[in-house]
Nanobody, 115 residues
Framework: QVRLVESGGGLVQAGGSLRLSCAAS????????MGWYRQAPGKQRELVAG???????NYADSVKARFTISRDNAKNTVYLQMNSLKPEDTAVYFC?????????WGQGTQITVSS
């Protein structure tokens, strides 16, 4: 069983930065894909960024050039560096891990960007 622990959420002013972390624990040999999703009130959960075991990344168009996803395989941790934050980025952010055919979700962390 894989458990995901997220940290780094909070309140920030527009234009500011935050860094999210998601650490996976359990019996893990090699995680295939790690990523971040977000869900704003009244909206569908959407992909923010993902990163494969080989380092290939993809981003939602709305966050390209502002967010950077990275991973530390030794720590089984994925990060999301968020710069130039906008009020539209306000949402609950969820860590997601694909591991051996299963999908694991974190509990979610609130990001609020004020204007």
């Amino acid at each position: 069983q894989v458990r995901l622990v997220e940290s780094g959420g909070g309140l920030v002013q527009a234009g500011g930065s935050l860094r999210l972390s998601c650490a996976a624990s359990g019996t893990i040999f090699s995680i295939n894909v790690m990523g971040w999703y977000r869900q704003a009130p009244g909206k569908q959960r959407e992909l923010v960024a993902g990163i494969s075991s080989g380092g290939s990344t993809n981003y939602a168009d709305s966050v390209k050039a502002r967010f950077t996803i990275s991973r530390d395989n030794a720590k089984n941790t994925v990060y999301l560096q968020m710069n130039s934050l906008k009020p539209e980025d306000t949402a609950v952010y969820f860590c997601k891990v694909n591991y051996r055919g299963y999908v694991y979700w974190g509990q979610g962390t609130q990001i609020t960007v004020s204007s």
